[in-house]
């Protein structure tokens, strides 16, 4: 999705007064999690600074393209910290890393190459993510253990645009069914300092790739596959030699 159709989805949920303030309310009810006060995730659908909407990501400078970084060895020095997702079936390869860009302003960068069977794991007649994978698959920030957050779950027949992207523990980082032309890897806007960001990582300490799960038991027809499910995860590593640009 460009960000122009990302604007549009945005707009309309907007419109519709669908967001919600500090991740609770209309169907939302988990908390935010200790620590996670002020921290801003753009284009998720919550309102975090209880305004009414919800906080858009800016257009990105060519300055903030992200720095070459496979996950493999030292990370360069305007890396922050990062994650080698392990592999599998469904994420042969994932590389998400928080960097500071030329402006000053901080990304996370997200690098996901599927594997054979990216619609997996198998559920009892198909893979879990086989329905709508375009608008279910996620990269997400979420505390730990996994376990312990609740799933994130469509519930139709509203229509996706007006669906949470994120509760208190979960929040979407990325969606990664859609490539950005600009920029290699795909970068998302990540609002705050150094300080917030290394607030963000401690809080959410973990990374997912993960289909949202899809209640459709008013819809036709009615697929009991289209669980939430978490492809593969993993924790931060934080860069001991980062440094900030100036």
Excluded: K
């Excluded at 945005?10 to 967001?19: C, D, I, M, N, V």
């Excluded at 991740?23 to 200790?34: F, H």
């Excluded at 496979?70 to 994650?83: M, T």
């Excluded at 593969?232 to 860069?239: P, R, Y």
């Amino acid at each position: 999705m460009n960000r122009e159709m990302t604007r549009q989805v945005l707009a309309l949920g907007l419109a519709t007064g669908l967001f919600v303030a500090g991740c609770t309310g209309s169907g939302n009810d988990v908390p935010e999690p200790a620590g996670a006060e002020g921290l801003i995730f753009c284009d998720d659908r919550v309102d975090d600074d209880d305004d009414g909407s919800d906080e858009p990501c800016p257009a990105t400078q060519p300055a903030d393209a992200p720095a070459a970084y496979d996950c493999a060895g030292a990370p360069p020095p305007s890396v922050l910290a990062h994650v080698d997702l392990p592999s599998n079936d469904q994420v042969a390869s994932g590389c998400v890393y928080i960097y500071q860009g030329g402006t000053g302003a901080f990304y996370a960068a997200v690098d996901i190459e599927n594997g054979p069977e990216p619609t997996g794991p198998m559920g009892q007649s198909t893979g879990l993510c086989s329905y709508d994978r375009s608008a279910r698959r996620h990269v997400f920030m979420t505390t730990s253990p996994l376990a312990d957050c609740p799933d994130l779950t469509y519930v139709y027949p509203d229509m996706v645009e007006n669906q949470l992207l994120s509760n208190g523990c979960r929040r979407m980082v990325r969606n990664i069914g859609y490539s950005d032309a600009d920029f290699d890897p795909d970068i998302q806007f990540l609002a705050g300092d150094e300080a917030d960001q290394r607030n963000r990582i401690d809080v959410f300490d973990t990374v997912e790739v993960a289909c949202l799960g899809i209640n459709n038991t008013l819809g036709a027809p009615y697929r009991t596959d289209e669980v939430y499910v978490t492809q593969s995860s993993g924790s931060w590593l934080v860069n001991p030699s980062f440094t900030p640009q100036e």
